[in-house]
């Protein structure tokens, strides 16, 4: 089974602090993918990456950076994280070609006192 | 753009009732749709998809059937039971492109 780690389930930062969200895959997937998941909202993308040093804007970028220096890992970054980037974190990954089934993690809770 | 809407929840439901989730899709191009599924504290999970017009998913007694005519790919199941409450996520991906689409989401609570 293809799976997808996320290194922190639950995390608690304060205003300004520097966060990173640890994502592997270990199934040679080229796309890799972080979501936010809010109530109401379902899933809102974030960035992706189709390959190694590669990242695309997804629908809400603004306050996030990525980076993807090997092929199995993707990291979301929140320079100043701020309150209302408190949520549920989603990292996923699938195949370059097919049917894009995406193949997620079990999420990171992050909250921003 | 494209963008899928899915009918609000929650759904309460008692064992063995029958199940129906409405999504409906805008998108240029042949998009391929897909149902995810998400049980309580995990992530997503594919639950079923298809790729063409008139195809039909299915997994674990779930349905849904890709109809261009009337945009939709609504989720059905014949007889729930307590272990499908979960929320339920339409999403859709066009060809060529790589992100997914979400819906808003339809939370399923089955009791017994």
């Known amino acids: 089974d293809v799976k997808v780690t996320q290194s922190s389930r639950y995390l608690v930062k304060r205003t300004g602090e520097k966060v990173f969200l640890e994502c592997v895959q270990d199934?040679?997937?080229?796309?890799m993918f972080w979501y936010r998941q809010d109530p109401g909202l379902g899933l809102r993308l974030i960035y992706f990456s189709y390959d190694v040093k590669m990242k695309e804007k997804g629908d809400i970028p603004e306050g996030y950076s990525v980076s993807r220096e090997k092929k199995e890992r993707f990291s979301l970054i929140l320079e100043s994280a701020s309150t209302n980037q408190t949520s549920m974190y989603l990292c996923?990954?699938?195949?370059?070609?097919?049917?894009?089934?995406?193949?997620f993690g079990a999420g990171s809770r992050l909250t921003v006192l | 753009g494209n963008s899928v809407t899915q009918m609000e929840g929650p759904v309460t439901l008692s064992e063995e009732a029958f199940l129906t989730i409405n999504c409906t899709y805008t998108?240029?191009?042949?998009?391929?749709l897909f149902w995810y599924v998400q049980y309580p504290g995990e992530g997503l999970q594919l639950l079923l998809k298809?790729?063409?017009?008139?195809d039909k998913g299915s997994n674990k007694g779930f349905e849904a059937t890709y109809r261009k005519e009337t945009t939709s790919f609504h989720l059905e199941k014949g007889s729930v039971q307590v272990s499908d409450s979960a929320v339920y996520f339409c999403?859709?991906?066009?060809?060529?492109?790589?992100?997914?689409?979400f819906g808003a989401g339809t939370r399923l609570t089955v009791k017994p």
């Open positions: 998108a240029t191009g042949y998009p391929s």
């Open positions: 199934m040679d997937h080229e796309n």
């Open positions: 999403a859709l991906s066009r060809d060529n492109n790589n992100d997914m689409r």
């Open positions: 996923a990954s699938s195949l370059l070609t097919g049917a894009n089934v995406l193949t």
């Open positions: 298809a790729t063409k017009a008139d």
